[in-house]
């Protein structure tokens, strides 16, 4: 389902693209770096997030996104490591996979995991390691699918985002960073929703983490 | 074999009293818990009273440690010190004018913007600027700090300038004193400044150690012996 | 080339305004814009809604029976707050002025009333007081008495002043006189010391009846007096309230 | 002489300590059992709503050319104050895919969601007393409306659909519009299929004396202003309907057909249509760790507030609850239960399934409250 | 004003001297082009240009609008070139007003739009009151110099590659059909500019970089960062295939002499024919691909019915 390299640009500290179903973004990490005045905090890491749509000019949309995922990455930096330092993580949308109009799950969903790469490859210091999932309800009987395609996300009648901070190799669930449901549902459909996408994280997390053991084995491929 | 380690693992240590904990690690000031926070390889490393747990990783951006040997270039002169940039866009870190040898309030060195300086991290706090020294701080002797005078700078990966410093059975210093002469100045912070007596060595060299770093070692000797055919053989 | 504006959401860009039409013959009935009658006249004023302003004030003003013909308006002040820049002796003084829900006033008659209040209210402040600060005040406009398709400006002008004043007084920045203002047709006059100073007169020249500015700032006068009576008696009971 | 020296604690003025130490002057707050606004845990502020007869629709007397607000709303909830109103515009909309009779659209239009709802365009400024460019937090809050509206499902798209009827002019001199929906249904049925129009909704929302998160207050009252909206009629002229302008341009010459203006009545208006059963209302809340370690000291006897872990709170107001909370959700809910929206942010802690139960049912609760509100505040 | 990537004097000096000694950073001859990779997404108008470590992805997309007053039988064509720090730290977000971004998009707008690369009266639906609007967004991935060059070819590969709607018109009536209904429709592509970049570096002092007297300044073809970074003069010139020149562009830096000039279009136009034969092969496999595909599912279709 998901296929991600990291180190993919080499102007910045460090980078993933990552490919989810018909979505594609790749993301850019750039940090610690000297902040701009007005960026600077006393006692921690700041932290600029940027994203890119695949067509037309970023606006109120991306500015949403770039909000989502601030929210998620925020708690998980080690950000009391690099006080008045700054962090820039920037995304461009290669492929939407959605209307862009009417939805940003797939995106977001992409962005978040893409964000974890960048993260490791860059080397700034993550409390814990993260992965994020997109859910929809779909039809009568209330089918959960896991990914929607877009044929399939047009269609539904909700649609959720989970991301989680994973410990322990994938193991662990340590906290929830973000749910976003949309659409119209019941309480139940919620957590039901919500107790499959926990799996499908920790699904994600493993995979995430194979791309995290091909980086390390590239990384230190003169000891070969 | 060491194990394969990433942010919010378990720690292989069973004990959190006398851990000593290096690059990688944290140690969370509320909560006292120790945790990886970078992804590499857990090293765990044992003295006699005490054990260390560090996460050997990759990265290219250079954070100052107490200690480092860095190669660090001259942006601007301030009255009593020069600012110095260990990475481009990396906040700058203070040279002052008295860490130099035979240091006096007379006697200004003679760095100028744009020079090359290889030199020693001696202050590193997170919250402050980090400052750097040219001169041996314990006896206030040279110490093959200072000026590095022409050659060339090679951007590598901040783990690979730490095996060319720290490991002596790395063969690509070795392979490259085959071909040619050379001085080298190997800075942490991932700044390779290498000189030769003549251009084309050099860059032979800089080509070497660039391609290196993402090839075996295993194939070292060829890609050297390739990139000094090439510069040996192109035509003027 | 890009130069919409992608910090709002501005909707499709074909979209076309709704254009009105009134067709039933009351379109003639329509009132001819009534004789202001100052007298009848009533005034709401609350200080103090902007919890985060240092002054504020909220002014409704009515006339007549008709909630048609109210303006709402809501002044707050920002300041005295250090000013960044070169250093300067006294405070520097900012006026903004925005319709919240309707957009009808063109914005170079905007920028005309923020200067023109701007100017009443430089010479009204002890500016001196605040050396290298700001004093900024928003005027937000909720309701606006429009009678046509254009804005009729003079009501909200004199609503201005005397909302600023209220909001100065809230925020305890020191000023020598409660200044209020009067309209008279189409005129408006700000005046301070007791109605024997003029500190800012507002006339719009489509209006021809009242050519004689004596007499025009002789009953503009008059409406200053009630309004600021208005105030005053504001000021101490909330005053006394305190206590 | 010997001098003693006596070390005092220094006592602040609780809105001191709230700006200097918000987490300790939170703590402090919660081991009383209170928060630093003196509301219980989960105790909501109270909401004021009018609409203001800003709109022409709440108010007869208004003139509608000079006034186009179509629907308003006045929403107080503490010291914060929001101004909603809505104008309209009217679009042009593209005609896609093979030409299919209404009803065949409705079915195949089933399969796509969203496609069959509308959405509002927001605008929505924080007074801050500060001029310049939108701030991120007034276009995400402004985008986050937009997507809530257009996923609730609130409005159908139909009840935006332009009934465009046509003005003629007898030979009289006297004029009078036919809607295609009247009983005197005798307009050519030409015009009526050849083109589609739409009405765009606008929303302006001011916000006075920010006073915490602002989405809830900023959603319920869109949601009250959507309530009281109405949509005017909208006719052309038939002498301008088949006006065509010739027009050439280096050798090259083609006859336009103008693009003719839609005129609105301004003496008809129809209530705007929402679903009713999407109509859901907002409400935030906060979960909190309590620590221990900056409860006051008390005495043996007093009863443990809270058996320590964490505790929700609802309604986040201040500076104090906005500065020390990591975890808050967002939910709008319908009375029924139905949910439109959920957001969880934080990973400051755990949010624990109890607490995610809890909320979900204060937020129905609060939205029936709500929505009572909004039928007695309807005149 | 983001801040500017270091270079240390030892490796300008280094860099300038190897020049002198014919020696290119990256064992490129002066007037060899880095290899360009072109790589086609799923949807139309979907491509990435690699250029060594030069990265640039374009992305065409098209709306329907009304075409300008003044312009009634034409439709809309826009190019965007933003940066983002992706590219590199030294860009800022979104601001496009640095000398190097303006002249960069600029040039390609010359390039592309301004020669009339695109046939905008293709565009138009109904004369005055509809027509296409094309967008071409061009992303900067990693920077490594060459952003004209690889940014041209991007684009234009876009162009050629994108299909819009088929619209059918019946009086005033558009109808818009979708992909999945009809097969859509190419843009119409009038040539392909190529854009070749050159680099002149002055291995004298800088009295000489007046008078231009010895001519003894080096010229490069298709310059990295570091490159770009220290060279004195630049040219772009931009031709296409039928040896039309569309655009010189060289603003200040090193004066040169017409002969040289001369030589650089000639230069240029072998880049310009092995890059327009191999987009015309990149396009060509990609349209096999697709057709492949397509007649698989016809013949599907073609049982099923």
Known sequence: MISAQTGVLDQVDGSCKLQCGETTVICSVTGPIEPKARQELPSQLALEVVVRPCKGVPNTREKLLEDQIRGVVTPVLAKYLYPRQLCQICFQILESGEPEDEYNVKELNSCINAAYLALIDSGVALQSSFSSVCVSVLGSNNEILVNPTQEQLIKSDSTHILALEVGSGGKKIQNVLLIESNGDFTEEIMFNVLSRAEKACVEVALELRKAVEDKIKRDFIWKQ | MNTLIAPGDKLDIADKENVVIGPGVYCDPRTQEIRPVNAGFEVIGSTKKNLSIRVDHNSKRYIPAVGDLVVGLITGSFSDSYRVSLASFSSPVTLSYMAFPNASKKNRPSLKVGDLVYARVCKADKELEAEIECVDSTTGKDAGFGLLDGGMVADVSLAFSRELTFNNEYPLLTLLAKNAQFEIAIGINGKVWIKCDDVKSTLACYRSINDCQSHPSAEHKFIISQHFKAVTNSVQ | MNITDRRRILGPSNAKPLVFERLESSEQAAQPPQEKNNENESMYIKNGLVSNANGSSYLELKRGESSEQCTILLSSVYGPRPSRGAFSSKASLSVQFKEVTIEKIPSGELKEICNFLSNIFSAVINLERYPKSGIDIFLSLIKNPITSDEANLEPIIAACVNGITLALADAGIEIFDTVSAGTYKRNVVAFSKNGTEVVGLWKDKEDDTANDILSVIENCRGNYLQNRKGIIEYLIRSKNADI | MTESLELRPITFHPDVLARIAPELSMQRHLSLGLRPSLRSFEEFRNVEISDGGLSFASNADIDRKGNNILGSNVLKCGKTMVVTSITGGIVEENISGSRVDDESTESSNRADRLSRFAQVHPVVEVERGRVGAPTDEEMTLSQRLRDCVLHSGLIPKKALDVAVGIRSTDSEGISSILYPDEEENTISSGLKSRRKWSYVLYAKIQVFSRDGPLFEICWNSLIYALKTTQLPRAFVDERTADLKIPVSMRGRSATFRETFDIICDASKFQPLVLNEENVAFASNFAIIDVDPETELPKDEDEMQVDQGGSVLLADIQGEAEEASVFSTISIISSDAGRLKHFKVIGGGLNASMEHLKKSLNLAKLRASDLSAKSSSGDR | ?305
């Open chain 5, 1 to 305: 004003m983001a801040k500017e990537v270091e270079i240390p004097a030892a490796e300008s000096k280094f860099v300038i001297e190897c020049l002198r000694q014919n020696l290119r950073l990256d064992s490129r001859k002066f007037d060899e082009f880095r290899s360009v990779e072109i790589e086609l997404g799923d949807d139309y108008g979907d491509v990435t240009v690699t250029m060594g470590k030069t990265k640039v992805h374009c992305r065409i997309s098209c709306t329907i609008t009304q075409p300008y007053e003044d312009r009634p039988f034409e439709g809309l064509f826009f190019i965007s070139t933003e940066t983002s720090p992706m590219a590199g730290p030294q860009f800022e977000n979104g601001n496009n007003t640095g000398e190097d971004e303006v002249l960069c998009s600029r040039i390609i707008e010359k390039a592309v739009r301004r020669s009339g690369a695109l046939d905008v009266e293709g565009l138009c639906i109904v004369a005055g009151s509809k027509c296409w609007a094309v967008r071409a967004d061009v992303h900067f991935l990693n920077c490594d110099g060459g952003f004209i060059d690889a940014s041209c070819i991007a684009v234009m590969v876009g162009l050629l590659h994108f299909k819009k709607p088929d619209v059918s018109v019946s009086g005033e009536q558009v109808t818009i059909h979708p992909v999945d209904e009809r097969e859509p429709v190419p843009l119409g592509v009038l040539h392909v500019p190529i854009c070749v970049s050159f680099s002149f570096f002055n291995p004298e002092d800088a009295e000489e970089n007046i008078k231009g007297e010895s001519n003894s300044e080096i010229c490069i073809i298709d310059a990295t960062l570091k490159e770009e970074l220290l060279r004195d003069g630049t040219l772009t010139v931009t031709l296409n295939k039928n040896r039309e020149v569309v655009q010189v562009s060289k603003a200040g830096g090193l004066p040169m002499d017409a002969l040289t000039l001369m030589e650089c279009c000639h230069k240029a136009y072998k880049i310009t024919e092995a890059i327009t034969d191999q987009i015309n092969n990149v396009l060509k496999a990609d349209a096999t691909a697709r057709n492949q595909y397509a007649a698989i599912l016809s013949s599907e279709n073609a049982r099923e019915s």
